[in-house]
């Protein structure tokens, strides 16, 4: 069995060959849809399964190789692997492998062309997995109106690309996906926290528009496909370091989380190194973000790791942190709210000037009640018929972002990484994400420089968001 939420220092190494099976090939072999012969070194099998989220309370979803989250899948950065994809349902799949730089068609998303898991079908293919770092991977669906297809099912799962020097200054290292359950379409519109420019812009918008459309809520809130003290807790011993991978695994909820009695020192975003390993009480994470962060036991008791949030850590969202020999009710200690500023990870360094700046000012088109909103891209619903924007290897863009909605973004660039140049106005360097979240009314500035040719998907990575409209396609040539 492979553990998929914690692995001593020990195990992370003899951990390795579980699920890469095979011999591991090296050199330079070609990527892509390969023949059936031999085993392959990754096996994600996509089919029914039912989860036990709580006490009498079970999920029936899709899921990979039958859990979830489906098992942790360790690549070495750099070496490629065969990779087995087996559909069990009734619908064609995608599997998208979030944060690598691969090629498009082994990426997993249909506007790139990417190859299909056929429903009740098999599919292989070579890849060389880049860069190192907390990935992860999860279905490319479009849902549309349907809440069990996509991001809403069982589909996902850590994917550490391991770095060819490995730092390891932790004990253990622990990985904690997030998830809602039981999704049902509501009116009532996230609370989300404004500052007096925000809800100045807002109450200007609102005027003459149509009511805002259906948003998504949830009943149930689950780390690791477990509610809140239904699962094992994460058993730790005074003194130790921990190091944890936090995934945000939701289809639509961007999420907070906090350790009660306990501070989080960030050392990556969405898996790669920060300039500034600085130290914060309440982590951010879009859907789709994920934060490893080094926690310091130095308290001893039963704690809980969960959100902020009351109501959704009593529906479930939290994991229970037991010191060694200590027992009792875990605790929550409401923490301080300071805003989330990826500016705190950044340092000072000059980027270089961009080859071409690129705007992207983000719209709104309100659904009305009953209805579906719609998003824009400089005043565009994305449209497959559409010519990709082309976008030359090896250059410098500056991706502008102006959320011109009251939303929140966590918009993700498929097989490409970018970093932080500004943020609400704030000039920054050195922090490299695969998804930026962009407050209602803000902006941010991005840099990337496409390495590998072909078609290359933007999108918001909140699924109603991106089914209704918000994509826009590059082609790197
Ligand atoms: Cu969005």
């Given at each position: 069995m492979i553990d998929t939420r914690s692995q001593t220092r020990r195990s992370f190494v003899t951990g390795l060959g579980l699920l890469m099976g095979g011999c591991h090939r090296t050199g330079t072999e070609s990527e892509g849809a390969v023949p059936d012969t031999g085993k392959a070194d990754v096996t994600l099998r996509i089919g029914p399964v039912l989860v036990d989220i709580a006490k009498d309370h079970t999920i029936s979803t899709v899921g990979y190789n039958g859990s979830v989250p489906g098992p942790l899948i360790r690549m070495r950065e750099g070496v490629p692997v065969t990779v087995d994809l087996f559909n069990d349902t009734d619908a064609p799949e995608l599997v998208h492998w979030h944060g690598q730089l691969i090629?498009?068609?082994?990426?997993?998303?249909?506007?790139?062309?990417?190859?299909?898991?056929?429903?009740?079908?098999?599919?292989?293919?070579?890849?060389?997995?880049?860069?190192?770092g907390t990935r992860w991977v999860h279905s490319h669906v479009m849902a549309m109106s349907d809440l069990h297809r996509g991001t809403y099912t069982g589909q996902f799962g850590f994917v550490y690309v391991e770095p060819k020097s490995q730092p390891g200054a932790y004990d253990q290292e622990i990985f904690l996906a997030t998830h809602e359950w039981e999704p049902f379409y509501t009116s009532a519109e996230e609370g989300e926290e404004m500052d007096s420019e925000q809800?100045?812009?807002?109450?200007?918008?609102?005027?003459?528009?149509?009511?805002?459309?259906?948003?998504?809520?949830?009943?149930?809130?689950?780390?690791?496909g477990k509610c809140l003290g239904f699962g094992e807790p994460v058993r730790v011993k005074e003194g130790?370091?921990?190091?944890?991978?936090?995934?945000?695994?939701?289809?639509?909820?961007n999420i907070q989380l906090a350790l009660a009695g306990h501070t989080f020192q960030v050392v990556a975003l969405d898996g790669n190194p920060v300039p500034r390993p600085a130290f914060v009480e309440v982590l951010d994470l879009g859907t789709a973000e994920r934060i490893d962060a080094v926690v310091e036991m130095k308290n001893p008791g039963v704690w809980i790791l969960g959100t902020p949030k009351d109501d959704d850590r009593r529906d479930g969202m939290g994991i229970v942190i037991e010191y060694a020999n200590k027992s009792g009710q875990p605790r929550w200690i409401k923490p301080a709210r300071k805003p989330w500023d990826y500016t705190l990870f950044g340092d000072h360094r000059a980027a270089p000037a961009p080859d071409e700046v690129i705007p992207l000012a983000i719209g709104k088109i309100n659904g009305g009640t009953g209805g579906f909103n719609q998003w824009t891209i400089n005043g565009k619903i994305y449209d497959e018929k559409a010519e990709p924007r082309i976008v030359r290897k090896g250059k410098r863009y500056r991706l502008a972002f102006d959320n011109q909605t009251d939303d929140t973004h966590p918009v993700h660039l498929h097989r490409n990484s970018f970093e932080l140049t500004n943020v609400h106005g704030k000039s920054t360097g050195g922090v490299v994400k695969d998804v930026v979240t962009l407050k209602g009314f803000k902006k941010i500035e991005a840099d990337f420089t496409p390495g590998v040719e072909g078609l290359m998907l933007f999108h918001c990575h909140q699924q109603l968001h991106m089914d209704y409209g918000f994509k826009l396609l590059f082609n790197v040539t």
């Open positions: 090629p498009a068609e082994m990426d997993g998303a249909a506007e790139e062309k990417s190859l299909v898991v056929p429903a009740n079908g098999h599919l292989r293919y070579r890849l060389t997995p880049q860069p190192a809800r100045a812009r807002m109450a200007a918008q609102k005027k003459d528009e149509k009511p805002n459309g259906w948003e998504i809520g949830y009943q149930r809130f689950t780390i690791n130790q370091r921990i190091l944890f991978h936090l995934l945000n695994a939701s289809a639509t909820e």
